[in-house]
């Protein structure tokens, strides 16, 4: 998309192998962004429902994803995952710039300290964004370390619109920057949709990713003073 943003002036958008649209480059890019067949679009529609912040009564019944069955093995794993905006409602359309939260309700293993990871894929299927507790130096350990677990990431959607897919896995981590050992890990969670009309609104940044920036215009006096 960045490619076709800055560097054709013209572009076309196939649907299903058909031409829909040829003409200035910013309307196809919409129109790739924004259409989809009746089931992706039923996807994408948000899902508003309270997640609830008080986990010791198990798991909430309005989450995004939850685990078929209990786990047995006694080896820890990933019961539920709940996915919400900014004001705690569980959502699949998230604006762009807006807090993604993602809660992981899991067992911890019982002898060692497994990690929880997550990761953002692109709709090409590349990773754009990998985090978790090990990373974020979150202490899974601090208090009571038996029975249901929770642990909540909030990240700042500073990603080009488009849909996105979550996975997250429980395992041991493999110094300095690896997954080792993996305890479990769900289904690929999505699609989750970042909006943004670039027809019409001015986009804060042009690009797969919105880095830290800042701008300010210097006086010429104080430009020389800086060298």
């Known amino acids: 998309i960045n490619t076709v943003n800055t560097i054709c ?95 992981v309700y899991f067992v911890p293993a019982p002898l060692d300290e497994s990690h929880i990871y997550f990761n953002l894929r692109n709709r090409f299927d590349q990773v754009v964004f990998t985090s978790g507790t090990y990373y974020l130096d979150v ?15 909030e990240i700042e959607l500073n990603l080009e619109g488009g849909d996105y897919s979550l996975s997250v ?19 690929t969670l999505g699609p989750f949709r970042v909006e943004f009309d670039y027809q019409n609104d001015k986009a804060p940044f042009l690009g797969p990713f919105g880095l830290p920036i800042k701008g300010r215009k210097l006086a010429m006096k104080q430009a020389a003073a800086r060298g």
Do not use: C
């Open 9 to 103: 002036s013209k572009a076309a958008y196939l649907k299903a192998g058909h031409l829909e649209y040829f003409g200035e480059n910013r309307g196809a890019i919409r129109r790739y962004l924004t259409e989809g067949d009746d089931a992706k679009r039923e996807t994408r529609e948000p899902v508003v429902g309270d997640l609830t912040d008080d986990n010791s009564l198990g798991v909430p019944e309005d989450v995004t994803w939850r685990r078929p069955e209990n786990i047995t093995d006694g080896k820890g794993g990933i019961l539920a995952i709940a996915v919400a905006n900014e004001h705690g409602h569980s959502s699949t359309s998230f604006r762009m710039g807006g807090t993604f939260v993602v809660r």
């Open 169 to 187: 896995a429980q395992g041991f981590p493999a110094p300095p920057n690896r997954l080792g050992e993996i305890i479990d890990q769900v289904p």
């Open 139 to 153: 202490d899974l350990q601090d208090g009571d370390n038996e029975g249901l677990q929770l642990v909540e990431f």
